[in-house]
């Protein structure tokens, strides 16, 4: 198989580029221009071409693609060209910005030219910054061919950056990749127009009345200050997220636009909540109107492209892209109608959408050798009627839907050290009131009859405080999670990392407190939180080995949290549905005696599938 590294130079002007427009949107405007193409076979020499359309693709229909693995920086870019443009489907897609995500967390950053000057390969030119404006017909030839050195200059650094990252890349996570690329440079998701069109006018309708409610009875100081703003929130059953601020270095809350939890309000479920964000933002709009509006555009150019970004957060889960967050769209709407039931198969397919069941609480059991709980888990027996039996002292039969409900909020919320304040609040969301003191004899409860959980928190603190001082330690009933020597990051299963970017101490008024690095600013690291990091990263790596198993047969369309949806021919449903069921089930190597469950949905609609 051959390496084909590449590298696009395309139009651009101060109205026209990425900065404005979303990946999916700027490929697909009638303004889009190739100028020109970088491309190297293997260590050969890199070569540059321009030319028409046609002319591009008779240059391009030169390679074997069907026997080539395509590599570039940023390969949901330059693939998605390659694909759209020119009908070019590799064999296998590579892309060294992935695989940075992986390899150096937050640490390095991601562009070609911050890890070129990391890994010393070489320096990225300017000339880019010359092209504002012009189309290929505007550059002398002069121009041209100093464009394309420094187009010749990015493929080779590109493939340099291959070549070291890849030296001990694992070969299982490079398929990832390639699968990860392919939801959204090769996409077989439809939308329906006529349902995202009704939709938006039912979501604006209902935030017009939501909005004029709001302004009734809510002041602009209540929408202003931080702590109304808050009991605004706590009114409606939600609690407001918190941020670590990087002033004090004390909690506050994460209210400003681009902390991700305030992010996440703007997402919520709840219209109300989307509608109270909104007019805090003044900007009268929910998301969920931005959204279905994006996707009626992108319904009107084609397919829809998944785009998921691999390695998008620090435990190594994937996470949304180009402005559609696909990870996190709405179960319910106000009409009845939903996003998830506009992404439908294509004519003569099917939808199959199969989620693991309760995973993570799985893997902590499994983890932290509470040999009860996994064997309960592997019987099959119902957990959290079990933990609501032990809660209010009934007999497992006697246990009433209420019960089971704040059983089921235990065993998947308390094996993280919540507290009984937080366990409190969660339950409201729900709209479960619990007065504290009966939270608090539920934790209680809890951690009394899953010792070895409550062990592991204790463990994982050690382990943070050893990964501070740079000494490798082993966690876990099998002894999976290992803290490196030389850096803050656990070896995951995968063989990739679980980066804690510049893991101190911090003496305050009452302890030792432990942050690290992120995008966001620094973030507490806790026992109890460790776990679920270590949890959710063991979960992901699960995922990953049944995606690419399943992947062999059929095609996976889409990937959200611990659910593959996967697109098959009408025909084969049933053969295929079996096969998928028996994939997610199936225990990886590493991971013996962990007990795996899945359950399925078919549907011509995402939607449907639920």
């Known amino acids: ?22 990946t999916e949107e700027y490929i697909r405007d009638p303004r889009f221009q190739v100028i020109g193409l970088g491309l190297k076979v293997n260590n050969g020499p890199t070569e540059w071409a321009s030319g028409t359309d046609a002319q591009m693709q008779d240059y391009l229909d030169s390679f074997d693609w069907a026997n080539s693995m395509v590599l570039a920086h940023n390969t949901m870019f330059d693939g998605a060209i390659l694909n759209w443009k020119f009908g070019v489907n590799p064999k296998v897609w590579a892309d060294t910005l992935s695989m940075a995500r992986s390899i150096h967390g937050t640490g390095v950053g991601g562009s070609l030219k911050a890890l070129s000057e990391y890994y010393d390969i070489g320096q990225k030119g300017t000339e880019v910054l010359d092209a504002l404006g012009k189309r290929r017909e505007d550059f002398t030839d002069e121009e041209l061919s100093r464009y394309g050195d420094y187009c010749i200059n990015d493929v080779e650094l590109t493939y340099d950056l291959f070549s ?49 409610n709001l302004e009734d009875g809510i002041t602009k100081e209540d929408l202003m200050s931080n702590d109304k703003f808050a009991g605004l929130l706590r009114g409606l059953g939600v609690e407001p997220p918190h941020k670590i601020s990087p002033a004090t270095g004390k909690e506050t809350y994460a209210f400003a636009k681009t902390d991700e939890g305030f992010k996440a309000l703007q997402e919520h479920e709840m219209y109300e909540v989307q509608a109270l964000v909104a007019a805090r933002l003044g900007n009268k709009s929910t998301l969920e109107e931005t959204r279905t509006q994006r996707f009626i555009d992108i319904a009107k150019r084609g397919n829809l492209p998944v785009p998921i970004r691999y390695y998008a957060a620090h435990t190594g889960r994937w996470g949304g892209s180009d402005k559609i967050n696909i990870q996190n769209l709405p179960s319910r709407g106000p009409d009845g109608k939903t996003l998830k ?58 246990v009433t839907k209420d019960q089971r ?15 009984s304040i937080r366990f409190q609040a969660q339950l409201k ?25 409550h062990n592991l928190w204790r463990e ?74 270590i949890c959710q990263a063991i979960a992901r790596c699960i995922i990953a080995e049944q995606m690419l198993k399943i992947s062999k047969e059929y095609r996976v369309a889409l990937t959200v949290h611990d659910s593959l949806v996967v697109c098959v021919h009408y025909n084969y449903v049933d053969i295929a549905r079996e096969y998928i069921e028996d994939c997610m089930r199936e225990v990886p190597d590493w991971a013996g005696g962990l007990p795996l469950d899945c359950e399925s949905g078919v549907g011509k609609s995402y939607g449907e599938c639920e």
Request: a negative charge; hydrophobic letters at 40%.
């Open 341 to 398: 039931q506009s992404l439908i198969a294509p004519e003569n397919h099917m939808l199959i959408d199969c989620d693991s069941s309760q995973i993570e609480a799985r893997v902590l059991a499994w983890l932290a050798g509470q040999d009860d709980l996994v064997a309960s888990f592997r019987d099959g027996e119902d957990v959290y009627v079990k933990m609501a039996s032990r809660i209010y002292n009934v007999p497992e039969e006697e």
């Open 164 to 212: 070291l990252m890849g030296r001990k890349y694992p070969r299982k996570e490079l398929k990832v990749i390639d699968a990860t690329l392919r939801m959204f440079v090769d996409p077989v998701l439809e939308l329906d127009l006529e349902l995202l069109e009704s939709h938006l006018i039912d979501v604006r309708d209902r935030k017009d009345k939501l909005l004029m």
């Open 460 to 533: 994982s603190q050690v382990l943070i405080e050893n990964m501070a001082r740079k000494t490798p330690m082993r966690i876990g009933s099998p002894k999976l999670i290992e803290s490196r020597g030389d850096i803050p990051a656990v070896t995951l299963p995968s063989g990739l990392l679980m980066h804690y970017a510049d893991l101190r101490a911090d003496m305050t008024e009452e302890c030792v407190e432990y942050t690290y690095k992120t995008r966001r600013g620094r973030t507490k690291i806790y026992g109890g939180k460790f776990v679920e990091n």
């Open 1 to 22: 198989m051959d390496l084909i590294t590449l590298d696009f130079e395309t139009f651009y002007s101060k109205e026209f580029s990425l900065s404005k427009l979303t």
């Open 405 to 419: 409900f704040v059983g089921k909020t235990t065993i998947l919320g308390a094996g993280y050290g919540m507290g």
């Open 429 to 453: 969301t729900s709209g479960f009131d619990m007065d504290l003191a009966e939270a608090r004899r539920v934790i209680n409860i809890y951690r009394g009859t899953n010792g070895r959980i």
